[in-house]
């Protein structure tokens, strides 16, 4: 829900890590804390990371996002 816009998602994806500690979820934790703040550069460095392990169309709709927020 993140890659949506969502950033009631935090919260969750923060108690699930604390479970369950795995890249996939901490990259989506990192997506919707950057989402939260509206942090563009945090966004853009999430690209990065998501880009980095093959999830490039995540990593297209954070690019977007870091877009949005520059104005």
């Known amino acids: 829900t993140v890659r949506l816009g969502d950033i009631r998602a935090a919260d969750p994806l923060a108690r ?16 919707a804390r950057a989402l939260a703040a509206g942090d563009a550069a945090a966004l853009q460095t999430v690209s990065g990371e998501l880009a980095a392990v093959g999830m490039r169309a995540a990593a297209a709709d954070a690019d977007a996002q870091a877009r949005r927020c520059d104005g």
């Open 16 to 31: 699930l890590c604390d479970e369950i500690d795995c890249l996939t979820g901490n990259l989506a934790l990192a997506h």
